[in-house]
C-alpha cells in the first residue's frame, strides 16, 4: 500500500497570503488529521475529518480550516499568513473503524512565512 | 493538558536500555508512541488501549497503567538506529485516535 502523501514538500510564502496544503492517506482510511510541529510548541493537534466531515478541533484561530473529499484527501487553508506559521505542517491518516488506532504520517509540508 | 514525558534527553551506548515515560493529568484511553527522525515523518511504533490491548512492532514493548495515567516504552539491547525523538501522543476517549495530543518528546541519541 502506498504511504500518506502531503503536497508540496516545501512552500515558501508571504505574511498576508493564503496556503493550502494537500495529503492523500493511505487506501481505505477515512481519517485525516492535521498537527503543526515547530520546535518550541512541538506537534499539536489542528483539526481531524472523517468521511468528509471535521470530527475534532484544535486551538488555533480561525484563519486555520480544512476541508476533505469523497475519496478521503483532504486540504488545509492558512489565510493571512503570520510569520508564527512557519512550521512543518504533518497529516495523519488512519482506519478508525474499530475505535482507536494506529494513524501513519506523511513526510509533511515545510511552510516558511517570510 | 499535554502529557510530560521524561527524561527530555538520554545517551546509550550500543546494547544498553532505555525507559521513556509518559504521563498525563487526564483520563486515557488510550496511549501512542512513534519515533521521529531528523527530517522525517513520525514512525508509529506502538498502541496501547485502555484494558490491555496493544499492538506494535515486535521488537519494541510497552506498559499502560490505567489507574496512573501513565506510559512506559522499553527500548532493549539499543540499536544505532533507535536514535531519534520518541514521542507518545495520548487520547482520552474511544474513537479520538484521530485527535492526539503529543508530548514534549524524548530525544535518544545511541553512539557506538
Known amino acids: 500500500k502506498a504511504g500518506v502523501t502531503q503536497t508540496p514538500r516545501y512552500l515558501i510564502k508571504t505574511r498576508g497570503q493564503q496556503v493550502t496544503l494537500s495529503c492523500s492517506p493511505i487506501?481505505?482510511?477515512?481519517?485525516v488529521s492535521w498537527y503543526q510541529q515547530t520546535p518550541g510548541q512541538g506537534l499539536q493537534f489542528l483539526f481531524e475529518?472523517?468521511?468528509?466531515?471535521?470530527?475534532n478541533k484544535g486551538n488555533f484561530p480561525g484563519r486555520f480550516s480544512g476541508r476533505q473529499f469523497s475519496n478521503s484527501r483532504s486540504e488545509m487553508n492558512v489565510s493571512t499568513l503570520e510569520l508564527g506559521d512557519s512550521a512543518l505542517y504533518l497529516c495523519?491518516?488512519?482506519?478508525?473503524?474499530?475505535?482507536?488506532?494506529?494513524?501513519?504520517f506523511g513526510q509533511g509540508t515545510r511552510l516558511t512565512v517570510v | 493538558q499535554q502529557p510530560v514525558q521524561s527524561p527530555q534527553a538520554v545517551i546509550l551506548r550500543e546494547g544498553e536500555d532505555a525507559v521513556i515515560n509518559c504521563s498525563s493529568s487526564?483520563?486515557?484511553?488510550?496511549v501512542h508512541w512513534y519515533r521521529q527522525k531528523h527530517g522525517e515523518a513520525p514512525v508509529f511504533l506502538m498502541i496501547?488501549?485502555?484494558?490491555?490491548e496493544q499492538k506494535g512492532h515486535e521488537k519494541i514493548s510497552a506498559s499502560f497503567n490505567e489507574k496512573k495515567q501513565q506510559s512506559s516504552l522499553y527500548l532493549t539491547a539499543s540499536q544505532l538506529s533507535y536514535s531519534g525523538t520518541y514521542f507518545c501522543g495520548t487520547a482520552s476517549l474511544y474513537n479520538q485516535g484521530g485527535k492526539l495530543i503529543f508530548g514534549q518528546g524524548t530525544e535518544l541519541s545511541v553512539k557506538p
Open positions: 496501547l488501549l485502555k484494558g490491555g
Open positions: 475529518y472523517f468521511s468528509e466531515t471535521q470530527r
Open positions: 495523519a491518516s488512519s482506519d478508525p473503524s474499530g475505535g482507536n488506532t494506529e494513524a501513519f
Open positions: 487506501s481505505g482510511h477515512r481519517s
Open positions: 487526564k483520563a486515557l484511553y488510550s
